[in-house]
């Protein structure tokens, strides 16, 4: 019984040697596998880049947009494309033929618009006249 006992012991402790045996270079200092990469633990000597400075394109201070009723709605021009109406006490719209003029999903000429209507003006102001570069048409 104890023959076998120690036949086993000699086995695991030759088996287990294996490994480390095959491990063996032949004295080049190279390993026969790739290892993992070597981890520096210390900060970069460099320090880390600057985000760039994103600078905003400078907003036209004299550009409104102003919310009201069409009032007291002008047509002149060719075709009586060119208009001029009220928003509010302070504010005459004017918009050129060339005016696009929203609502909803359609883009149209200054035809869309009607007395009453509810609107966006969007353009620059001169005193109380906007000059209006776009129309959208919120309420009818």
Do not use: W
């Not at 970069?44 to 919310?67: G, I």
């Not at 494309?81 to 696009?100: E, K, N």
């Amino acid at each position: 019984m104890r023959r076998p006992a120690k036949h086993i012991a000699l086995t695991l402790i030759l088996a287990s040697a294996m490994p480390l045996a095959s491990c063996g270079t032949g004295g080049t200092g190279e390993l026969p596998y790739p290892t993992a990469p070597t981890v520096n633990l210390l900060p970069p000597s460099t320090p880390s880049p600057v985000p760039p400075v994103v600078t905003t394109p400078p907003v036209d201070p004299a550009a409104v947009t102003v919310v009201g009723r069409v009032q007291y709605l002008r047509r002149s021009g060719a075709n009586d494309l060119d208009v001029t109406f009220r928003t509010d006490d302070f504010t005459i719209v004017s918009a050129t033929s060339t005016t696009p003029i929203h609502s909803g999903s359609l883009i149209g000429q200054t035809d869309f618009l009607r007395e009453g209507q509810t609107v966006i003006a969007e353009g620059p102001r001169d005193g109380e006249f906007l000059y209006a570069s776009k129309i959208t048409i919120i309420a009818f």
